[in-house]
């Protein structure tokens, strides 16, 4: 049956590597015989987390994406390092972008963050319990980080409003509602 065997790789040529990803070109031959090129940018991942603080209110950041040429509001988020877990990840990541820790973690899930063109894989997670450190450690020196709080409700009126929010956001924050839907009813 077509669409069963998996395309054969002929050839991978690196055309990048960058600190946080490479891109390179494949030729491949479809289990049809066609053959062709695709694209790719390998990614080693990211982690994301929805932090609620004990009022309710999801904790995000406003930061400035080069590639946008502008302000995104976004859950935090980080690249995963080499063999690192990204349960790991997403704890560092959420002190150092947002100044809060999280004591209760659960995993959301995980999605592919943009298949027609990345490996890239999105960890997700609900961040509960949080408390506010006494002292935050220093942003990295290539982030524009400002931290904002919502309601669920407000963020939903931003998304519906097409204020510029990134798609690992709106889906994480998706499943963090299906997570609330899921847990009321177990």
């Known amino acids: 049956m077509l669409g069963q065997e998996p395309p ?38 990211g982690a ?7 009022e ?4 995000l950041v406003r930061q400035y994406r080069f590639a946008m040429q502008g302000r995104l509001l976004e859950f935090p988020a980080g690249t995963v390092e080499p063999n690192e877990d990204p349960a790991d990840t997403i704890a560092r990541e959420i002190e150092e972008e947002t100044g809060y820790t999280s004591k209760k973690w659960h995993k959301l ?22 408390e506010k450190l006494p002292q935050p450690p220093d942003q990295d020196a290539d982030e524009d980080i400002e931290v904002v709080l919502m309601s669920p409700e407000e963020l939903e009126k931003a ?25 009321r009813h177990t």
């Open 159 to 183: 998304i519906a409003f097409g204020e510029p929010i990134d798609a690992k956001s709106i889906s994480s924050f998706l499943l963090y509602r299906c997570h609330l839907l899921t847990s």
């Open 109 to 130: 899930g995980q999605f592919p963050l943009a298949p027609g063109y990345s490996d890239e894989i999105i960890y997700a997670f609900l961040a509960e319990d949080l």
């Open 48 to 54: 994301l987390a929805v932090p609620v603080t004990p």
């Open 56 to 59: 309710g209110k999801l904790v």
């Open 8 to 45: 054969e790789l002929l050839q991978q040529r690196l055309f990048y590597q960058g600190r946080k990803f490479s891109f390179d070109v494949n030729h491949y031959r479809l289990p049809n015989g066609a053959e062709g090129n695709w694209e790719c940018v390998r990614h080693p991942g």
